[in-house]
């Protein structure tokens, strides 16, 4: 298993620190990527995968909802974009039966929001990213990389943000 290595915490004041932070991870995403999206109903996590999904260069025309009820959207970008929700289902055998493990990792990114239903088919190589909401417009996003692109990239990533400050 690999280690994770550190933790990045930011402070996203209001909806353009999140689109911000949302447009990067976009632009830095590669094929097979996958990040998973912890954080209770309504903190907006569906909203910094829209942000995402800008950064991947999703056309305008393809407005990305929260896949509750489909179980997973595709939105085609610089990389197909994969937007799963396990909200619904109970654990990996739901999520086998529903066929969403197989783009665990695939040609796109994948972003999963409810990713605690995963167990085992959660990634060894992933970015997990915490959210909570301190207020109405203040969210605290912790970066947690695991593998050893992703801890580089959100390290970049952390040092830049920091230098902008």
Known sequence: MTATTQSFQHTLQD???TAALG?????I???????LLHGDLGVGKTTLTQFI???????ADQYVSSPSFALMHEYPGRLPLFHMD???LTGEEDIEGAGLADYIGGPGLTIIEWPD???S???QERLDLFLEAIDETTRTCVLQPHGAAWCSRIAALS?????QR
């Open 23 to 27: 447009k990067e991870l976009g632009r």
């Open 86 to 88: 396990c909200y619904r």
């Open 15 to 17: 909806i353009t620190a």
């Open 29 to 35: 995403a590669q094929q097979g990527d996958v990040i």
């Open 53 to 59: 999904a800008q950064g991947l260069e999703v056309p």
């Open 159 to 163: 040092n830049s943000s920091a230098e």
């Open 117 to 119: 239903r995963l167990g």
């Open 121 to 123: 088919l959660r990634p």
